[in-house]
């Protein structure tokens, strides 16, 4: 499958690395690609600098946001909640029919960290992606854990625990739960329409509670019915 991944961060790194391994077509998208390429210094939270990365995985594709989406089959939005909409809306028409996995949370880190919810209760990021590029299947998921976690759940407890998705388009649902399930997740749970992206984003201040009394962000969480 051709997988954009949007944003050259841990998250960003972390899953395209992996997809790369599971033989996908990756594309990472970026606002510069000759500027991305050239970084040598860590990311901010202390991933390997993007030019060490590529070295790594030589069949990752660096391209623009736009050149990265047009021959995609399917888009993962891992670019940070401040910047989702402004990178995205330009991106409509290209988007236009595509699965959208979106993983953003809308953190504002003005005041330290935990951060306060930008958007909550009543709305979600995955609505205002979806209200946004109203012709592209949103999905939401992955938003909950930490990066290594999504693209590996087998790192803990054997993969036995949860993750969460929500949207509108059932086989767009589909195809992102056949990508989970590609990562190693086995419980998959499909909470509903794109409203119901507000629980999974509304449960990071309790992530970053969890984090502080853990001392590692390498925890999940699981649904026992």
Same mark, same amino acid.
């Given at each position: 499958?051709?997988?954009?991944?949007?944003?050259?961060?841990?998250?960003? *790194?972390?899953?395209?690395?992996?997809?790369?391994?599971? +033989?996908?077509?990756?594309?990472?998208?970026?606002?510069?690609?000759?500027?991305?390429?050239?970084?040598?210094? &860590?990311?901010?939270?202390?991933?390997? &600098?993007?030019?060490?990365?590529?070295?790594?995985? &030589?069949?990752?594709?660096?391209?623009?946001?736009?050149?990265?989406?047009?021959?995609? !089959?399917?888009?993962?939005?891992?670019?940070?909640?401040?910047?989702?909409?402004?990178?995205? =809306? %330009?991106?409509?028409?290209?988007?236009?029919? *595509?699965?959208?996995? !979106?993983?953003?949370? =809308?953190?504002?880190?003005?005041? +330290?960290? %935990?951060?306060?919810?930008?958007?909550?209760?009543? !709305?979600?990021? =995955?609505?205002?992606?979806?209200?946004?590029?109203?012709?592209?299947?949103?999905? *939401?998921?992955?938003?909950?854990?930490?990066?290594?976690?999504?693209?590996?759940?087998?790192?803990?407890?054997?993969?036995?625990?949860?993750?969460f998705l929500s949207g509108? !388009?059932?086989?767009? *649902?589909?195809?992102?739960?056949?990508?989970?399930?590609?990562?190693?997740?086995?419980?998959?749970?499909?909470?509903?329409? /794109?409203?119901?992206?507000?629980?999974a984003e509304m449960y990071?201040?309790?992530?970053?509670?969890?984090?502080?009394?853990? +001392?590692? %962000?390498?925890?999940? /969480?699981k649904v026992v019915r």
């Amino acid at each position: 499958m051709n997988i954009a991944v949007l944003g050259t961060g841990v998250v960003g *790194k972390t899953l395209a690395g992996r997809l790369a391994s599971l +033989g996908h077509a990756v594309a990472m998208g970026t606002r510069d690609p000759s500027a991305s390429a050239e970084r040598t210094e &860590p990311g901010r939270m202390g991933d390997p &600098p993007l030019s060490t990365f590529l070295a790594g995985h &030589p069949t990752i594709r660096l391209a623009t946001f736009a050149d990265a989406v047009a021959e995609a !089959d399917v888009v993962i939005n891992a670019l940070s909640g401040a910047i989702t909409l402004v990178v995205l =809306g %330009p991106l409509a028409d290209a988007l236009e029919g *595509k699965v959208l996995v !979106d993983l953003s949370n =809308g953190l504002d880190f003005t005041h +330290g960290f %935990p951060p306060r919810l930008t958007v909550c209760n009543d !709305d979600s990021m =995955g609505e205002r992606v979806q209200r946004a590029l109203p012709r592209v299947r949103v999905v *939401k998921t992955l938003n909950t854990l930490n990066a290594s976690l999504m693209a590996d759940p087998a790192a803990l407890a054997g993969a036995d625990h949860t993750v969460f998705l929500s949207g509108n !388009d059932a086989d767009a *649902k589909a195809t992102v739960t056949a990508l989970l399930q590609g990562f190693g997740w086995t419980d998959v749970l499909d909470l509903g329409d /794109i409203t119901t992206a507000r629980g999974a984003e509304m449960y990071f201040p309790l992530w970053a509670r969890l984090f502080g009394a853990l +001392g590692t %962000p390498n925890f999940s /969480i699981k649904v026992v019915r």
